[in-house]
Nanobody
């Protein structure tokens, strides 16, 4: 059974940092793409980052590049999203779905991720 448990979210001030964690079951982490998406109220779901467990390659959206870093612990089947210099536009619910294969280049689409967890909230305030 596929399961995604996001944690680490919480209220943070502008310029602050958080590290989100995603515990995943139902995937081998041998050849999987683990994505981070976010959705703010009234906005479309946005692909933020992705890591391919096959080779460790990553995708990071331009909107967060230089501030967010995705990493994975394949043995523990946990993926992290380190978020630095948080801004109000980063406020959203963050999700970490997965699918077999590698991350798409250029961008990531929620349509390629069939299963989703509940997410973790990241409110960024001034």
């Amino acid at each position: 059974e596929e399961q995604f448990v996001e944690s680490g979210g919480g209220l943070v001030q502008v310029g602050g940092s958080l590290r989100l964690s995603c515990e995943i079951t139902g995937f081998t982490f041998d050849d999987d793409a683990i994505g981070w998406f976010r959705q703010a109220p009234g906005k479309e779901r946005e692909g933020v980052s992705c890591i391919s467990t096959r080779d460790g390659s990553t995708y990071v959206a331009d909107s967060v590049k230089g501030r967010f870093t995705i990493t994975s612990d394949n043995a523990k089947k946990v993926v992290y999203l380190q978020m630095n210099n948080l801004q109000p536009e980063d406020t959203a619910v963050y999700h970490c779905p997965a699918h077999v294969g590698i991350c798409s280049s250029g961008s990531i689409s929620p349509l390629t991720f069939p299963s989703w967890g509940q997410g973790t909230k990241v409110p960024v305030s001034s």
